[in-house]
């Protein structure tokens, strides 16, 4: 049986790429690449994917239709987690991200997670508030692979 954590160690070479797809709204699916990382879930504590998006179409589906599918690869080895997003940003308030300051280290916190570094954390902050970007949190549903 694949984990979460199996999944997510497929794509740890590629700093957690992975294929993140959404549902548009005439059922059809939206797919595009993203990092992805493991991270404990602020609230609860429970480990959770995460990634961050801007723009309209990914957030507008999630907010509309938040199940999707994060599938992760490494050659021909392969794994799916399927969930529900929760979305925490500017535009998207959850009650326990009550400061502006948690969502600059939450922002953080999942781009380390999935592998990334910065020389300057002050321009990527500027960055991601500029560009409102949002966290989506991905709680699994369901963890399936091909090994």
């Known amino acids: 049986m694949t984990t979460l954590r199996d999944a ?12 993140v797809s959404t549902v548009r709204a005439d059922g059809t699916v939206q797919a595009s690449l993203v990092n992805v990382g493991l991270l404990a879930h602020p609230a ?4 959770v994917l995460g990634f961050t998006t801007y723009g309209k179409v990914k957030l507008a589906n999630l907010r509309a239709r938040p ?3 994060v599938t992760f690869r490494n050659g021909w080895q392969w794994a799916t987690v399927e ?3 929760e979305l925490a940003g500017p535009d998207d308030t959850q009650p326990w991200l009550t400061a502006d300051d948690q969502l ?7 781009f380390t997670a ?3 570094t910065h020389d300057d954390w002050d321009t990527y902050d500027r960055v ?3 560009e409102r970007r949002a966290v989506v949190l991905v709680a699994p549903t369901r ?3 091909n090994g």
Request: hydrophobic share 50%; no cysteine; proline share 0%.
């Open 8 to 19: 997510v160690a497929l794509a740890e070479a590629e700093s957690g790429l992975a294929v």
């Open 83 to 85: 969930g529900r997003a």
């Open 44 to 47: 609860s504590g429970e480990q």
């Open 143 to 145: 963890v399936y692979s």
């Open 67 to 69: 199940q999707l599918a």
């Open 104 to 110: 600059r280290l939450l922002l953080r916190e999942v």
């Open 114 to 116: 999935a592998g990334g």
């Open 128 to 130: 991601m508030a500029r």
